[in-house]
């Protein structure tokens, strides 16, 4: 009796285990998300509607923006499940020296140049392959990823990802995260940043220490997260702003929009001068139209 007991407990615990769970929603999921954040996005020192936060763990970090927009969903979703704008948009960053969208049969891919915040050669700056892909389109919901394996200076696992979902009155539920890995290397080279040109730059959360320091402005890897991160989403939000303008003076009303939106925050973002921008933008744009 005891020995049958048992089989039957086995094969009961076997049963359970081939269970299958069901999968989250991902639109009642960010929707969740939205009304949690509903007071943060209300109140949000940043501008309302927008809210940011940040984490860090000994070998990666992530950033992440929720941003109420006044686009209506259909808008977001075309313009973001189509790879091509995302080069149109990635170049306005200042980091970002040239992006190329490479569609296949089987697999997208953005082929962008990471480099410094001036001119400089292609030749110089670092290539970074994200495989793109639309993981839902739906009526009500979309979502785009970009993933590279390798980065600059030993960072690895990139991860760009876009979801949304529409809101009442023509508008929409942004959901920007970027993430990357980092290794000894990488650590290395960012204590060097942090002691040179990033000594006494900050990102946007506002932190207490434990003592007698006031609050402050976050600072380290998690500013700098956050400065990019932002960078990233005043693009999206750039690129939005010139769907109605024709395309021979979209890219520079783009430049414009996203100039002015990081002068609002130049504690943060402040990096060079409006016309040096435009010129160094305007040169790597030509460039970026033809194949390197």
Known sequence: MAVFVAASTVCAIAALAQVT??????????????????????????????????????HAVQGDVYAVVNYPFATVSDTFTNPQNWCELLILHLNVKYCRADVGDEQTVLSVAIGKKFDQPLSEAYRVKFAYNVTASGSDYMQVDLDARKGPLGTSKYHIALESIGLEGDR???????????GHMARFAMRVYLATSGHGKVGFTMIQDQGNRPPHLIG?????????????????????????????????????????????????????????????????????????
């Not at 009642?28 to 940043?46: F, I, P, V, W």
């Not at 539920?173 to 890995?181: A, V």
């Open 21 to 58: 769970l069901p999968e989250p929603d991902p639109a009642a999921s960010l929707r969740d998300r939205y009304a949690a954040l509903s007071e943060q996005l209300e109140q949000s020192s940043l501008q309302q509607g927008l809210y940011l936060e940040s984490a860090e763990s000994p």
């Open 172 to 182: 929409a539920f942004l959901h920007l995260r970027y993430s990357y890995s980092f």
């Open 220 to 292: 380290g890897v998690r500013g700098t997260l956050e400065r990019n991160t932002m960078r990233y989403y005043l693009a999206l939000d750039a690129y939005l702003g010139t769907l109605a303008t024709p395309d021979p003076q979209r890219f520079e009303e783009s430049l414009e929009r996203w100039f002015a939106a990081t002068e609002r925050y130049a504690r943060q973002l402040h990096e060079v001068d409006h016309d040096a921008y435009l010129t160094m933008k305007r040169r790597e744009y030509l460039r970026q139209q033809t194949p390197p």
